[in-house]
T-cell receptor, first 110, second 113 residues
Framework: EDKVVQSPLSLVVHEGDTVTLNCSYE??????LLWYKQEKKAPTFLFML????IEKKSGRLSSILDKKELSSILNITATQTGDSAIYLC??????????FGTGTRLKVLA | DAGVIQSPRHEVTEMGQEVTLRCKPI?????LFWYRQTMMRGLELLIY????????DSGMPEDRFSAKMPNASFSTLKIQPSEPRDSAVYFC???????????FGQGTRLTVV
């Protein structure tokens, strides 16, 4: 059965710290891995990593895919209170659906 | 486009009542997903549609749950009868298909008392 596991489950840091969130997956016919940020309501899309591109970066956020280790990390540098959210990792499973991990709850203290 | 639109945003109902959640996907997206999110279980896929056809409903917890997609711009998730353990946030999401990200609606927070 396909699955996605994220760690840690929760994390509390201070503004300015750097954090690394982990996502490991087991999926038949890997195609891509997606990162989402969920603040108060809907998850919003951050990155998609595919077999043809192993690193993505946007401002203070970056993500790397390690196909050998079947995992991905999401790095956030110089964290701000606005980064406080649940970060979700997902992989496509089967033809159309996405399997999500349980997420990492990040709290950034001022 | 206004994104994925869900209604209502909040629903409080009594046990045993019927609940209907509504979703309007992004125009042009051919895949639609219903997810349920709880603290304990995270985001669980309930059912997904492709081109208005239900492809996999194995995530639907019980026969009390049903979903329809009568056309490309509308879907419903119905719970009848509702139970307190159905309390959760229900998300609808849509995508252009495989290898494309899914866009989520704002969710419906359901409370069954």
């Amino acid at each position: 059965e396909d699955k996605v596991v994220q760690s840690p489950l929760s994390l509390v840091v201070h503004e300015g710290d750097t954090v690394t969130l982990n996502c490991s997956y087991e999926v038949t016919n890997f195609r891509s891995l997606l990162w989402y940020k969920q603040e108060k309501k809907a998850p919003t899309f951050l990155f998609m990593l595919t077999s043809s591109g192993i690193e993505k970066k946007s401002g203070r956020l970056s993500s790397i895919l390690d196909k050998k280790e079947l995992s991905s990390i999401l790095n956030i540098t110089a964290t701000q209170t606005g980064d406080s959210a649940i970060y979700l990792c997902a992989v496509p499973s089967g033809t159309y659906k996405y399997i999500f991990g349980t997420g990492t709850r990040l709290k950034v203290l001022a | 486009d206004a994104g994925v639109i869900q209604s209502p945003r909040h629903e409080v109902t009594e046990m045993g009542q019927e609940v209907t959640l509504r979703c309007k996907p992004i125009s042009g997206h051919n895949s639609l997903f219903w997810y349920r999110q709880t603290m304990m279980r995270g985001l669980e896929l309930l059912i997904y549609f492709n081109n208005n056809v239900p492809i996999d409903d194995s995530g639907m917890p019980e026969d009390r749950f049903s979903a329809k997609m009568p056309n490309a711009s509308f879907s419903t998730l119905k719970i009848q009868p509702s139970e307190p353990r159905d309390s959760a946030v229900y998300f609808c999401a849509s995508s252009e298909g495989q290898l494309y990200e899914a866009f989520f609606g704002q969710g419906t927070r359901l409370t069954v008392v």
